[in-house]
Antibody, heavy 121, light 108 residues
Framework: EVQLLESGGGLVQPGGSLRLSCAASGFTFSSYSMSWVRQAPGKGLEWVSGISGSGGSTYYADSVKGRFTISRDNSQNSLYLQVNNLRAEDTAVYYC??????????????WGQGTLVTVSS | EIVLTQSPGTLSLSPGERATLSCRASQSVSSSYLAWYQQKPGQAPRLLIYGASNRATGIPDRFSGSGSGTDFTLTISRLEPEDFAVYYCQQYGSLQLTFGGGTKVEIK
């Protein structure tokens, strides 16, 4: 059974940093691209960042480029998102999602339950 | 960035009725990169359709997707009680992946 479990969220002050993690199980992690997608309270979905199975290619939304860094450790079946210089508008539930095997941006077939990041003083 | 506009914002229907949800793109989108999701309160999204018209694993055949270019449609042929939720379309193009703002399907 495919499982994705996020962690690392919490309350952080504006300008602060966090490292989000996603532990994957139930599939060959290195064979799949992964992404982070966030959802502000009461709002819609926003894609944040993606990474290829090998980790050699990374992709970012314009809204987070230069502040967020996606990475993965295939030996640990883990995905990460380093979030720096946080702003109030970054407050959201952050989901880890597995991309379809046919391509990193064609759709996300498994999602974690999310981790909440709250940016507030 | 390609903007996806979903309409209507809210669709009020009764169980057994047909639901037609629209997703319009600001520029042409490759059908290969158009997907639809369902999200219920407090839950993560669930993939319904990918490649504009392909049902994801385990998705009932009352869900169907169609369209090309800038206009895409998700149809639910006969609404079941568990289908009342928010639906999002998603596309990839111009090096950015974007979601539509969502359509809420509520019980009339």
């Amino acid at each position: 059974e495919v499982q994705l479990l996020e962690s690392g969220g919490g309350l952080v002050q504006p300008g602060g940093s966090l490292r989000l993690s996603c532990a994957a199980s139930g599939f060959t992690f290195s064979s799949y691209s992964m992404s982070w997608v966030r959802q502000a309270p009461g709002k819609g979905l926003e894609w944040v960042s993606g990474i290829s199975g090998s980790g050699g290619s990374t992709y970012y939304a314009d809204s987070v480029k230069g502040r967020f860094t996606i990475s993965r450790d295939n030996s640990q079946n883990s995905l990460y998102l380093q979030v720096n210089n946080l702003r109030a508008e970054d407050t959201a539930v952050y989901y880890c999602a597995r991309a379809l095997s046919s391509g990193w941006a064609r759709g996300f077939d498994y999602w974690g339950q999310g981790t909440l990041v709250t940016v507030s003083s | 960035e390609i903007v996806l506009t979903q309409s209507p914002g809210t669709l009020s229907l009764s169980p057994g009725e047909r639901a037609t949800l629209s997703c319009r793109a600001s520029q042409s989108v490759s059908s290969s990169y158009l997907a639809w999701y369902q999200q219920k309160p407090g839950q993560a999204p669930r993939l319904l359709i990918y490649g504009a018209s392909n049902r994801a694993t385990g998705i009932p055949d009352r869900f169907s997707g169609s369209g090309s270019g800038t206009d895409f449609t998700l149809t639910i042929s006969r609404l079941e009680p568990e289908d009342f939720a928010v639906y999002y379309c998603q596309q990839y193009g111009s090096l950015q992946l974007t979601f539509g703002g969502g359509t809420k399907v509520e019980i009339k």
